[in-house]
T-cell receptor
């Protein structure tokens, strides 16, 4: 059972435009969400996170939005740059103990110059 | 600080053999997690070790095992290899697990295992 779903395996965006990557989850116990970026031949790197007490978190060009009622989160990249081309993984965990982190299947973003 | 290191980077094994992968976490990190990445499946959680104890375990068969040493270095072992075990195995370390920031994991480059 895939508790964290990224339904779009790939996304292409023009340089300078907004990239929106989506993620849905099913486990209502999840209350901490993270996005990772992965380049080929490298491990994933942490990008941005959000706690369920917030509905938005910004870090430079990256903003994560959380809609708890819809169990949906999204990552916005504005403006998109060619160096953003990578696979993006959404991840989630439940706090209140030493819970594992559950990852989605990833979305491959291509930013076209 | 040096990042997470994994050895070897590439490995080719035959069905039925066993394999041991190694991971050295970032200095000071006591939690080490292992993931399997295959196309279309994302990162599947294998297990997590903290202070030499397995703290969490994913839904993998008993052929997959691991351990952590007193210096936080970790190894994972896969016995009786199957073709389906071909994957990228990623190790991640994180700080002490009593803060939300501990969920922000630092990944190594992975070990690419090919089973023929």
């Amino acid at each position: 059972d895939q508790q964290v779903k990224q339904n779009s395996p790939s996304l292409s965006v023009q340089e300078g435009r907004i990239s929106i990557l989506n993620c849905d989850y099913t486990n209502s116990m999840f209350d901490y969400f993270l996005w990772y970026k992965k380049y080929p031949a490298e491990g994933p790197t942490f990008l941005i996170s959000i706690s369920s007490i917030k509905d938005k978190n910004e870090d430079g060009r990256f903003t994560v939005f959380l809609n708890k009622s819809a169990k949906h989160l999204s990552l916005h990249i504005v403006p998109s740059q060619p160096g953003d081309s990578a696979v993006y993984f959404c991840a989630a965990s439940a706090s209140g103990g030493y819970q594992k982190v559950t990852f989605g299947t990833g979305t491959k973003l291509q930013v076209i110059p | 600080k040096a990042g997470v290191t994994q050895t070897p980077r590439y490995l080719i094994k035959t069905r039925g053999q066993q394999v041991t992968l190694s991971c050295s976490p970032i200095s000071g990190h006591r939690s080490v997690s292992w993931y399997q990445q295959t196309p279309g499946q994302g990162l599947q959680f294998l297990f997590e070790y903290f202070s030499e104890t397995q703290r969490n375990k994913g839904n993998f068969p008993g052929r997959f095992s691991g351990r952590q040493f007193s210096n936080s270095r970790s190894e994972m072992n896969v016995s009786t290899l199957e073709l389906g075990d071909s994957a990228l195995y990623l190790c991640a370390s994180s700080p002490d697990g009593d803060r939300l920031s501990s969920y922000e994991q630092y990944f190594g480059p992975g070990t690419r295992l090919t089973v023929t």
